[in-house]
């Protein structure tokens, strides 16, 4: 495992989603949700000439089989992974009307790679990045936040959710539309995401659900707010970071994720404290030292600091820990989201993928919570950012309570009151 983490000064913001596990040579193939999803086994055949399917059948070691309906065709059982070949030798043969697969029926909608979020539902599903580069192995079943009961109850209702990032890529359809406000507190010409990092942020939190492409959000009625407080290389200042809080609470953002960690600031400390007199609950990285050492703006009272587990749901090794500080943990190894399709830095830097692909870190678990938050404000316990960052974390299952952070990791289900 070979990782890498974004440095800066201590004085300068700094992003915390560069941690990417590298394992060169184990190669798989991406499931194409395209080509495998016919039934195995069984192909359906129309003949021209019924009176010579028995000897075209016979060729070729088959059988014949039961009628579909009255369509004419029939379902004709094959040896497992001989469907395609046996279905181009039979096209060929004049007596056969057509030959093709038995498509399997999916509920109309579902996202092409929602089997790769275990962090939403954990089957024990291995699968792999975009690339097909790497693998991540078989996780534990239900080591997730129970993201697809919480949708049972609210998928957010258009809760305002600010994402003070590096941006949000205008140039990606399943989070792109999502955007309602976009602003710039950084030295970069536009709040354009040529970086990288804000864009898988906001698809964690809000990517549309069941629009057949892509991802699904943990919040996916949620809407983004886009505040650039990291430039095109991922580095930010206190002052912009302060002026987006500002912004946030100021156009009715009822959560803010930040994705990124920097020293303490009086004038920073008092922009989370205004924030959150204002209503808005804040969520924060923990960061991706392994140790413990306080970060902020998550080591601030009034804002809700993240660890990262992985899909067996146990502590990710590089993830900042610490029960007096570290508040609550969410999936955070190998979570597949949103990427800008233009170049973007870190596709450079970490050999990513555009559109979709993986990203790892405390920045990747924050936004899980951040969605979890604005899941519960959709709720009737909605009353107070005391009372949803409560139920946020009093809900949590106890994964590493009291070792590695105060309360566990979160799950949407039991924070939004729903049938887990
Ligand atoms: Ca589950
Ligand atoms: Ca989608
Ligand atoms: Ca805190």
Known sequence: MKRTVLAGLAAVVMALGAVTAAVPGNAAAPSSPASSSFVSGQIMVKF???????GVLDRHGLNDGPAIGSTGAHLITVPAGKELHLIEALSHNPAVEYAEPDLVVAPTGTDAFFDRQYALQNDGQSFTNTKGDITVPKGTPDADVDAVEAWSVTTGANIKVAVLDSGVATDNPDISPKVTARANFTTARTNEDNYGHGTHVAGII???RDNTIGVAGVCPGCT???GKV???????SSSGLA?????????????INMSLAVGASTTLETAVNNAWNKGVVLVASAGNGGNTSMMYPGAYQNVIAVG????????ASWSTYGPTWVDVAAPGVSVYSTFPNHRFVLARENNRSQGYDIGSGTSM?????????ALVWSTSANTSS?????????????????????YGRVNACKAVGGTC
């Open 308 to 315: 990262a587990t992985d899909n067996n749901d146990k502590k």
């Open 243 to 255: 002026n987006g809080i500002n912004w946030a609470a100021t156009n009715g953002a009822k959560v």
């Open 224 to 226: 983004i707010m886009a």
């Open 48 to 54: 021209r000439d019924n009176a010579a399917a028995r």
């Open 206 to 208: 809000a990517a549309s």
């Open 230 to 236: 990291l430039t095109d290389t991922g580095m930010g």
């Open 365 to 373: 678990s924050t936004p899980i919570v951040a969605a979890v938050a």
């Open 386 to 406: 005391d009372s949803v960052r409560a139920k946020v974390e009093s809900t949590a299952d106890p994964v590493g309570k009291g070792t590695d952070w105060k």
